[in-house]
């Protein structure tokens, strides 16, 4: 398939061994969340928000910030500490342009780029749905090379309200042509699997410390993954 040759860059050896489950029958399009799920950028967007914040006498909490992981920069700031009477304007673009001038550092999380390359390969409709602002959504798929590999890339500017909302993934669904039952989606954060589960799409799977693992369905819960042979062992 035209495109799915570009993918072979980032399914380096050791990916070959991890956890890639398998397409279901009947799916017939993949949802991937952006951030800390396609891209691994969290760490990224964390001393870039930073950054932004220590002009105005705001020391960033480590611990905090990987709570709320998932939430748009404006709801970040909306419920950061002390936030609310801070210039959110100035900080987002401060944070956005310390973002957007690292971006040649930009790397793939290779288990789930595996993933894209198996559900294109099988001829499966691929879609973003990120929180994220397209005005580093975009610049981010260029520089990994997987723009092309999408047929929609659903930004915060495309909705009325982010995740855990279901919007995102609701217009991921509409503009794929594609009903949420037959989707998989994938997002690393719990308000990004709440968003999943609320737009109606029941196979979800998350990312935890670089591996594709079962999305919690109810507390203490889990959904039994399908895991290629080549695949099993690693944990």
Known sequence: MKGVARLSHWLDPPCA??????????????????????????????????????????????????RHV??????????????RSLPHDQIV???RAHLL????????????????????????????????????????????????????????????HGKPAPDLYLTATRHLGVPPGRCLAVDDAPDGVASARAAGIQHVITVAEGHLVPARTTAGQRQTPRCTDSARGRQ
């Open 93 to 95: 673009r401060a944070s």
């Open 101 to 160: 001038a690292s971006m040649h550092d930009i790397t793939a999380i290779a288990c789930v780029v595996a993933l894209l390359y198996t559900a294109r390969q099988a001829g499966v409709r691929c879609a973003v749905a990120s929180t994220a602002s397209r005005v580093l959504v975009h610049p981010g798929l260029d520089a990994l090379g997987l723009r092309h590999e999408f047929a929609a890339v659903i930004t915060r500017e495309d909705v009325t």
């Open 17 to 66: 061994r991890c956890c890639v489950p398998a397409i279901p029958d009947g799916l017939e399009a993949l949802i991937l969340d952006f951030d800390g799920t396609l891209a691994d950028t969290t760490p990224r967007h964390e001393r870039a928000l930073r950054a932004a914040l220590q002009p105005h006498g705001h020391n960033l909490d480590h611990n905090w910030y990987r």
């Open 70 to 83: 998932g939430l748009s920069i404006h709801d970040l700031l909306a419920a950061l500490p002390g936030g």
